[in-house]
C-alpha cells in the first residue's frame, strides 16, 4: 500500500523570502511522485513529477523538487514566492492497479504568502 | 482548447434527488476518472475506466454508478442523493506515457463540480 503525509496543513511566508513544503511517502515499489497545485475554486494543475530519472526535478513557475530515496520524502521548493502562488498544493505518489494509474493525493498543504 | 471538461459546474439539489455530472476529454486519453474532494481538501479517487471499461472501483456506494458511452467520455450518475454526498467531483483523464525505459501516467483534471445536497 501506498500513502503520502504532508506534514504541514498551512504554511505562510513573505513574498520574496524561499518556500518550503513537506512531504514524506511510503511505497511497496518504485515510485513516481506529483506535486499538484489548487488555486481557489480551480482544478487541479500538474506542478512537476518524478519518475526514476534526476532526482531534482524542475517544474513550472520556479518551483522544484528533490527526491530523497533515503528519507523518503520529496519536498517542494521555490527561492522567492510569489503572491500568485498562494494555493492549496498536493503532494502526490502513484501505483499500477491492474496496469491503470491509481494516484494517493496527501491531504494539501495551504500556502499563504504574505505581502 | 478545453482538455477535461466537466458540466454543470456547481449543482445544488435536495436530498433523495437523482443528479448526474458529465465529464469530456478531448486528448485521446483512454483512461479516465472521477474523484471526490471533501470540506477538508482530501482528494481520494472514486473509479477508473480504461477503453470503457471498470478498472477501479474504490468502495464507493452503489448509489453512484459510472458510465462511458465512449473513451472520450465518463458521466457520473447519483442516485438517493444524501447530505454526505456535498463536495467537489473532478474528473481526469491520463495516457501511458513512457520514459527511460519506465512507463508513468501523467493525469490531467477537470475544473471540477462542487455538488451541495441540501
Known amino acids: 500500500a501506498q500513502s503520502v503525509t504532508q506534514l504541514d496543513s498551512h504554511v505562510s511566508v513573505s513574498e520574496g523570502t524561499p518556500v518550503l513544503l513537506r512531504c514524506n511517502y511510503s511505497?511497496?515499489?518504485?515510485?513516481?511522485l506529483f506535486w499538484y497545485v489548487q488555486h481557489p475554486n480551480k482544478g487541479l494543475q500538474l506542478l512537476l513529477k518524478y519518475t526514476s530519472a534526476a532526482t531534482l526535478v524542475k517544474g513550472i513557475n520556479g518551483f522544484e523538487a528533490e527526491f530523497k530515496k533515503s528519507e523518503t520524502s520529496f519536498h517542494l521548493t521555490k527561492p522567492s514566492a510569489h503572491m500568485s502562488d498562494a494555493a492549496e498544493y498536493f503532494c502526490?505518489?502513484?501505483?499500477?492497479?491492474?496496469?491503470?494509474?491509481?494516484?494517493?493525493f496527501g491531504t494539501g498543504t495551504r500556502l499563504t504568502i504574505i505581502p | 482548447d478545453t482538455a477535461v471538461s466537466q458540466t454543470p459546474k456547481y449543482l445544488v439539489t435536495q436530498m433523495g434527488n437523482d443528479k448526474s455530472i458529465k465529464c469530456e476529454q478531448n486528448l485521446g486519453h483512454d483512461t479516465m476518472y472521477w474523484y471526490k474532494q471533501d470540506s477538508k481538501k482530501f482528494l481520494k479517487i472514486m473509479f477508473s475506466y480504461n477503453n470503457k471499461e471498470l478498472i477501479i472501483n474504490e468502495t464507493v456506494p452503489n448509489r453512484f454508478s459510472p458510465k462511458s458511452p465512449d473513451k472520450a467520455h465518463l458521466n457520473l450518475h447519483i442516485n438517493s442523493l444524501e447530505l454526505g454526498d456535498s463536495a467537489v467531483y473532478f474528473c481526469a483523464s491520463s495516457q501511458e506515457l513512457g520514459t527511460t525505459g519506465k512507463n508513468f501516467y501523467e493525469q490531467y483534471f477537470g475544473p471540477g463540480t462542487r455538488l451541495t445536497v441540501t
Open positions: 511505497s511497496s515499489y518504485s515510485p513516481s
Open positions: 502526490v505518489v502513484s501505483d499500477r492497479d491492474f496496469g491503470n494509474e491509481k494516484l494517493t
